[in-house]
């Protein structure tokens, strides 16, 4: 038996060559019998094990529960049992890039040749996973560094956990000494930072994270030993107590010095634009081809198709070109009191009967069964004006508590035919689905290759495919659908020009009350929603552009008769989650380089 603790870092490389080269060798002789078992008279012996992994498969799981192990132990660990999230220390941050700089170099010694296409995908995106963290390591290396000036007393309190991690015997006086040393230091950061006007936004946010990091990191070490060390229980209780109350009264001092801006535009919305360099960077790390400028072209454009269909539907309905007339007609259908979760279940069945009889997807039986439904919180509906949905719908609608006005507007934007897009969008084969689906094939990507362009992207497809195929019969639901689909053309215009600083949140605010039709207060909490909650810039824009882009790949497979609806769709959807451009790949079965960056365009600009 080998002993592990022998192994040099370059004979566990050579290890994991030799059972990547099994595992390529494997899942070719495995391909070959499946073809022939798929051949067999017996139709339920299709046993194609490489249609839920790669040989890459074991390379992405070991990297993720290798930086979950660091993670774990070089992180505060909480009194009894478990761990904490927290920013990590220098020594962790050290050693996880020790980790991805191993994982570059199991990858670099990988008989990349011998893999198909689904296998080189995933090697391409866990290299540009592995590379991506070093890159942002490193940057919160060279950060910790440029304002450690600000953080004196950090040492001390990550040199009693060390002690900790492994049970060290401490001198509990000494202990003792060393916090009241490490609150005083922190007094006189205090002091320094009192006198400064502002500090930059991004590094009072780092040093927040750090300051919570610290304090969760003091407690694990505290609780470890008092009461359990009779000297250290002397002691350590009131130092420990001052060191927490000095962290404390630091970091509320760092929260006043924030440069973060609160427009005063009316809107009293927190953003901070991240300006046009930083957007075309985060564009190519997510694998779209465009520029932030290239996606605004996009966006007039498929703005103007819906303006030209809208005008359509509002000739139909009598309005001429009063398009705002129509549209008002068509809120003011909202349901009576109590029926919007009646009016949801219709809708649902809606849309479910019109897949089944276009033959567009086979929706798995329990997936159908077992969507849930909730009612939003007031609180929630504040940045949440419409439904949202994943495991259940969540159903935005008045409670008694909202004045008469804000009443009104939530029932009138959450009307039937605006509603009637989305539902499906929310459920089945939207976000339902992916959730029920992710969990069963491919699952090893859902957590590695994370992306919007595909969680939303894969679900409002569904809404362009099905107006497409006329799920809105009259120009009512064509209207209500197409607000949905000028919302999505909104959000690129309005997110992309927030982030350049050409527009503030209330111009924002504007645009999509005068443009798109919002209720005043929905608009307020879709903008709000999109520059003070946790999602990412281009969290809005993957939307309509994910969309288009699946659309495009339907193009190519579908309408040129390669594949049909349910067998394109049941392929889409058990990839799990991956950026479009390396979908398509595997779907056009692609030969890629190893350091493959984007290329594809999708979209047409004529």
């Not at 490489?50 to 799981?61: A, K």
């Not at 509002?314 to 705002?324: A, H, P, T």
């Not at 809708?347 to 077992?370: C, G, H, S, V």
Request: proline content about 5%.
């Amino acid at each position: 038996m080998i002993n592990p603790r022998s192994l040099t870092k370059k004979t566990a490389i050579c290890l994991a060559l030799l059972f990547a080269q099994h595992t390529v060798m494997a899942q070719k002789q495995n391909s070959k019998q499946n073809q022939d078992l798929n051949q067999a008279p017996n139709p339920n012996l299709n046993l194609n094990l490489y249609q839920h992994t790669t040989p890459i498969e074991p390379l992405i799981v070991q990297y993720s529960h290798d930086v979950q192990a660091i993670n774990y132990f070089y992180g505060p660990m909480p009194k009894g049992w478990g761990n904490q999230s927290a920013a990590e220390s220098p020594e962790q941050v050290q050693r996880l890039l020790t980790l991805d700089r191993l994982y570059l170099e199991k990858l670099q010694a990988f008989p990349y040749k011998a893999l198909d296409s689904n296998g080189q995908v995933d090697f391409v995106l866990l290299k540009r996973k592995v590379k991506q963290d070093i890159e942002r390591l490193t940057a919160q290396q060279e950060t910790y560094q440029r304002l450690s000036s600000y953080l004196p007393f950090a040492s001390k309190i990550y040199d009693f956990e060390k002690l900790r991690r492994r049970g060290t015997t401490i001198e509990g006086e000494q202990l003792a000494k060393s916090m009241t040393t490490a609150a005083k230091e922190v007094k006189g950061a205090i002091q320094q930072v009192s006198s400064v006007a502002t500090i930059s936004y991004k590094d009072v946010d780092f040093l927040k994270d750090v300051l919570h990091s610290l304090k969760l990191r003091l407690n694990s070490s505290f609780d470890f030993y008092n009461g359990y060390d009779p000297m250290f229980t002397w002691w350590g209780p009131a130092p420990h107590k001052e060191l927490l109350g000095q962290l404390d009264a630091y970091s509320e001092l760092l929260t006043s010095k924030s440069d973060w801006k609160v427009f005063d535009d009316g809107s009293q919305i927190g953003g901070a634009p991240i300006g046009r360099d930083e957007l075309n960077k985060q564009l190519k790390e997510e694998m779209i081809a465009y520029t932030a400028d290239d996606l605004l072209r996009l966006a007039d454009k498929e703005f103007a198709w819906c303006e030209a269909e809208l005008l359509k539907a509002s000739q139909e309905m009598g309005f001429g070109k009063d398009w705002k007339a129509a549209q008002e007609k068509v809120k003011n259908s909202y349901v009576p009191e109590g029926k919007q979760p009646e009016l949801i279940l219709k809708l649902y069945n809606d849309a479910q009967e019109f897949i089944r009889k276009n033959d567009l997807m086979d929706i798995p039986e329990l997936a159908d069964e077992t969507w849930g439904m909730i009612m939003m919180t007031p609180e929630r509906q504040l940045v949440n004006p419409f439904f949202t949905g994943g495991r259940e719908i969540s159903i935005s609608y008045p409670t008694g508590e909202m004045t008469q006005e804000q009443k009104l507007m939530s029932m009138r934007g959450n009307n039937p035919y605006f509603s009637r897009g989305t539902v499906q969008h929310e459920l089945n084969p939207g976000h339902h689905l992916q959730y029920f689906m992710n969990r069963r094939h491919k699952p090893y990507r859902e957590r590695a290759f994370n992306t919007p362009f595909w969680t939303e992207g894969w679900t409002l497809y569904w809404e362009l495919l099905m107006y497409d195929k006329g799920f809105a019969h009259t120009p009512e639901e064509r209207i209500g659908m197409l607000f949905w689909r000028m919302h999505r053309c909104a959000r690129i215009t309005f997110s992309i020009k927030f982030h350049l600083g050409e527009w503030t949140p209330q111009q924002c605010i504007d645009y999509l009350v005068d443009r798109v039709g919002f209720e005043k207060a929905n608009a307020h909490g879709e903008v709000k929603r999109s520059f003070e909650g946790s999602y990412s810039p281009l969290y809005q824009l993957a939307y309509l552009v994910g969309g288009l882009q699946l659309m495009q790949i339907k193009h190519e497979l579908v309408d040129t008769g390669k594949l049909t609806y349910k067998a394109f769709h049941d392929r889409v959807i058990k990839e799990n989650y991956m950026p479009m451009e390396m979908l398509r790949a595997i779907l056009t079965n692609q030969n890629l380089s190893p350091d493959h960056e984007t290329v594809w365009k999708f979209y047409d600009f004529k």
